[in-house]
Nanobody
Framework: QVQLVESGGGLVQAGGSLRLSCAAS????????MGWYRQAPGKQRELVAA???????NYADSVKGRFTISRDNAKNTVSLQMNSLKPEDTAVYYC?????????????WGKGTLVTVSS
């Protein structure tokens, strides 16, 4: 079984910064794509940022230039540096990893960490 645990959420004022981290543990042979998603109250979950095993990144237009995703393949971790935070960034943030535990890659999700940005 694979578990993903996020950390780093909290309350911050607009314009501030937070760094989210996500660590995977369990029976992991390899990882592929990793990403961060968020879900605000009353809204659907949306992709915030993604990173391939080779390091290519993709960002939602709303966070481009403010957020940076990175990964450590040796440690099976993915991080999200969030700068210049805005109240509209308030949401529960989830990490997702594509993990090879047997014969195929499967998606695993963390339970989420709350980010609250006050105005």
């Amino acid at each position: 079984q694979v578990q993903l645990v996020e950390s780093g959420g909290g309350l911050v004022q607009a314009g501030g910064s937070l760094r989210l981290s996500c660590a995977a543990s369990g029976r992991i042979f390899s990882t592929s794509g990793m990403g961060w998603y968020r879900q605000a109250p009353g809204k659907q979950r949306e992709l915030v940022a993604a990173i391939t095993s080779g390091g290519s990144t993709n960002y939602a237009d709303s966070v481009k230039g403010r957020f940076t995703i990175s990964r450590d393949n040796a440690k099976n971790t993915v991080s999200l540096q969030m700068n210049s935070l805005k109240p509209e960034d308030t949401a529960v943030y989830y990490c997702k990893m594509e993990v090879l535990t047997g014969v195929a890659y499967m998606d695993y999700w963390g339970k989420g960490t709350l980010v609250t940005v006050s105005s």
